[in-house]
């Protein structure tokens, strides 16, 4: 593999939904899971593949946390350029790691720290092979209501699927694609619907269920189950 890939994990946020679950006022991915920060659970998963050359973290300024929870990790470094956002926090991430245009670039949610070797590797691979990129997903398998209090409809869920983290894109792609998004006002809620902001259409590559991020008080349970 000729381009770099390089690993991108926005760490910038409090996580104010999961903090209920005792965190003693820590941002969520600092919390302790099976001993040990969950952002450091979320690194560790990227570098399980020899192809990520490096895992760069982009933590807010004036972070406490991050140096304890990273320290001693191989290939790990972290910056505070985390914005308002995490659109921001991934633009700022890309513009100081100094990736060329061709270089690919991964993207993972730091409340990931379920994430597979091979599902990782799975991603990886497909992605070498086309042309825009891609993410891990999973198909919605229940049924899906629409409404507000009451149901509106019932959705089709043949063609939904559950997105996850990594999202993997080639770094000039990104880059272009985000700044377009802000430029029209587009809401980018992940790197895959900038990307399809921009007209293209990214591939569903199979994740797996405990790659789940966590969100509520009651995740983390359940994740310390799964590590």
């Not at 990782?120 to 086309?130: M, Q, T, V």
């Not at 900038?194 to 293209?200: F, H, M, S, T, V």
Request: charged fraction near 20%; include cysteine; glycine fraction near 10%.
């Amino acid at each position: 593999m000729s381009a770099s890939l390089i690993a991108i994990v926005p760490a910038a946020g409090i996580g104010a939904r999961a903090v209920a679950a005792g965190g003693a006022g820590l941002p969520k991915q600092y919390y302790p899971l099976a001993g040990q920060p969950m952002l450091r659970h979320s690194v560790l998963a990227l570098l399980a593949d020899p192809r990520v050359c490096q895992v760069r973290v982009a933590v807010s300024p004036g972070d406490s946390w991050v140096e304890s929870a990273l320290a001693g990790l191989p290939r790990t470094v972290w910056r505070e350029c985390g914005g308002p956002t995490r659109a921001v926090t991934v633009a700022n991430a890309l513009g100081d790691s100094g990736a060329a245009d061709d270089d690919w670039i991964l993207v993972h949610d730091a409340a990931r720290p379920g994430l597979t070797a091979a599902a990782l590797a799975r991603l990886i691979d497909a992605c070498l092979e086309d042309t825009v990129g891609g993410l891990l997903a999973l198909p919605v398998r229940d049924t899906v209501k629409a409404g507000h209090e009451r149901v509106v409809r019932t959705v089709d869920r043949q063609e939904l699927w559950q997105a996850q983290t990594p999202q993997m894109f080639r770094a000039g792609l990104l880059r272009r694609a985000l700044r377009e998004a802000a430029e029209r006002g587009v809401d980018v809620t992940d790197e895959a619907s900038a990307i399809e902001a921009a007209g293209l259409a990214p591939l569903l590559v199979p994740g797996v269920m405990r790659n789940f991020k966590v969100t509520w008080p009651e995740d983390f349970g359940l994740m310390e189950k799964w590590l």
